[in-house]
């Protein structure tokens, strides 16, 4: 298995015991060592054993050398952690501590703080001081608090503070993952679509991440002047040729190209793909002379611009967009890349936020079509069932071929149900379902003069996933739309009818939103008349409670979503916004700006 070969330290979470510093004659902090440091140690095993980077290796967490009792041991251990490179702190205790000579202070780090429910010692009353000093010094923290009361001996988590603790730690770990990692643009704005227009400052103060900008010519340049590795390329047109099959040709006869042209055009797209993984990562075996080229621009996430100036003359991104944004490709199971196409930096940064919380392939779609149940009765015949029902009808979610593989449900999990796996459980199996399930068909002319391939498949299959669109609007900044929902499977003969309508040689995938009572989920129909944009990024499982913990910590309001309220958790400084949460959420990212200005 690869991973992404990108510069940069992975992040780090420090754990903080802090303790009551009396001693004396019956040394209330020796008899509360043990109970500190064994939280810490839980806390820690826990990070261990459920999370991992993106490249699939456990996080690294560590724990403060002594407990913290004063502002000198609170110095060391902030001197500690800054060795150890640590971007994420977890604060625990059992009792009692003083809170603004204990508590983390350091503005750049992402904060939670664990009070442990127990009546010998008031654990409680020191998480509710020391937020409210967060809160007091604007430094927002999570707070975790276990429902139920525990004995002091405790050797477990209670399942709700697991829950807390984890979904603190997947959303800290996406977020500290992105500083100092670049965008990539290879191109520019796309036929007028807002979200290609990059805004470097929104990148920089709200991502601490850089813009880095080359012309789509510099493929050409490459390709001409053999800036690329023959070797990678022999061998991955090899596996494309063995594996990738070629589907129906849906232009007119006359300018269908011919077999020695299509064979040109599938060499084309894969070096050009090689040359993009260049591009974004760099590639030491580049050939001598070429050391600038070598070291690639450090992107966790790029765009290509395509249409029109690139596509009404050479052949379509399509190929390499699908297979970078797909979790392996000739060299096996690896880390996927980000790839957004039309440099939709936007929807961009939405599947690299998604794929850094799971790990997992990212379907890149128009917001294309409503369709409803009467719409469906009329054209195909068909009644609804399922959620597509509950929801009054469902989205055609489909573009060109820029939607992973992964999407098409091919891989099953241990009892046989679909599934889009995390990278690094991708088995070979799964990969050869994967490719059986698509075929690549000629671009359609109508759209892409200069030829290429399109990926073609439907998702089959009903799974849980996760739609969200990142936007920018003027006067406001960020904000987020998530919302929560599933595949729809369709009989074979109500799919095609419908997907012919729009472009029966590009991915397809049928979304029904999990709906509301009432507003902007209710329904399907009121989902895509509330979507805030072309396009949305898809990530399978119903991950949107870590997604707002995530916007958060980023101080991205999120302007619509269907996640059940007892499953929010943000800082709990948001509480002192006001009693509605979404407008709490608005105030405070106000108040708190960018996490990197």
């Not at 290796?57 to 060795?83: D, G, L, P």
Request: charged share 25%; aromatic share 10%; proline share 4%.
């Amino acid at each position: 298995m690869k991973k992404c070969v990108r510069r940069g330290s992975e992040p780090v979470i420090g754990i903080r015991p802090v303790i009551d510093g009396r001693r004396g004659l019956l040394d209330v902090r020796g008899g509360l060592e043990d109970q500190t440091m064994g939280m810490a140690r839980m806390a820690a095993k826990l990070f261990q054993d459920n999370l991992k980077y993106s490249n699939g290796e456990a996080v690294k967490v560590v724990i403060s050398s002594t407990t913290i009792s004063r502002v000198a041991e609170a110095a060391s251990c902030a001197e500690q952690f800054q060795r150890e490179g640590v971007d994420i702190t977890l604060t625990v205790t059992p009792c009692w501590c003083y809170g603004a000579e204990t508590m983390d202070m350091d503005c750049k780090t992402i904060k939670a703080v664990w009070g442990f429910n127990g009546t010998e010692r008031p654990g409680a009353v020191y998480l509710a001081s020391v937020l409210a000093t967060h809160a007091q010094k604007g430094l927002p923290a999570f707070g975790i608090y276990g429902r139920d009361v525990q004995s002091a001996d405790a050797a477990d988590i209670p399942d709700d503070v697991s829950e807390k603790l984890l979904r603190f730690g997947r959303a800290a770990i996406a977020v500290a993952s992105m500083r100092g990692k670049s965008y990539l643009q290879i191109g520019s704005i796309c036929m007028g679509i807002g979200g290609s227009i990059i805004d470097p400052a929104f990148i920089e103060e709200y991502l601490g991440m850089r813009v880095e900008s080359v012309d789509e010519v510099e493929i050409i340049r490459r390709m001409s002047e053999n800036i690329y590795d023959e070797e990678e390329f022999i061998k991955a047109f090899t596996w494309v040729k063995e594996n990738c099959r070629e589907g129906y040709d849906k232009n007119p006869k006359q300018i269908q190209k011919c077999t020695e042209e299509k064979e040109k055009d599938w060499k084309f797209v894969v070096k050009m793909m090689c040359i993009i993984k260049d591009l974004m990562n760099g590639n030491p075996k580049l050939p001598e002379g070429r050391e600038e080229e070598r070291l690639g621009h450090n992107a966790i996430a790029a765009g290509f611009q395509g249409q029109r100036q690139w596509t009404d003359f050479y052949p379509n991104c399509d190929f390499a967009e699908a297979l970078l944004n797909t979790s392996f490709d000739w060299n096996g199971a690896r880390e996927q890349y980000i790839l957004a196409t039309e440099n939709d930096v936007l929807n961009g940064l939405s599947m690299l936020f998604m794929k850094l919380l799971t790990h997992r392939s990212q379907i890149f779609a128009d917001v294309r079509t409503y369709w409803s149940q009467a719409a469906v009765k009329r054209v195909a015949g068909f009644t609804l069932t399922g959620p597509a029902k509950d929801a009054g009808g469902f989205i055609h979610l489909i573009n060109s071929g820029a939607a992973c593989l992964d999407a098409s449900g091919a891989s099953k999990d241990a009892s046989g149900l679909p599934v889009m796996k995390p990278w690094y459980e991708v088995t070979e199996e799964d990969q050869a379902a994967m490719l059986k399930a698509t075929n690549w068909c000629a671009a359609d002319n109508g759209y892409f003069r200069g030829g290429g391939y399109s990926s073609r498949f439907e998702t089959k299959e009903e799974m849980p996933v996760t739609m969200i669109r990142l936007n920018l609007v003027k006067g406001l900044g960020p904000v987020m739309q998530i919302v929560e929902g599933w595949t729809v499977k369709l009989p074979e003969n109500v799919s095609d009818k419908l997907w012919k309508i729009t472009d029966y040689t590009w991915p397809c995938t049928w979304f029904a939103p999990r709906v509301t009572e009432a507003g902007p989920c209710s329904s399907a129909y009121e989902l895509m008349n509330n979507w805030g944009a072309n396009h949305g990024a898809i990530s399978y499982g119903h991950i949107g409670a870590d997604l707002i913990s995530m916007c958060s910590m980023l101080r991205i309001p999120v302007s619509l979503h269907n996640v059940p309220e007892s499953k929010i958790f943000r800082p709990s400084c948001w509480n002192s916004f006001g009693m509605d949460k979404e407008g709490q959420d608005y105030r405070a990212c106000s108040v708190y700006g960018p996490l990197y200005k």
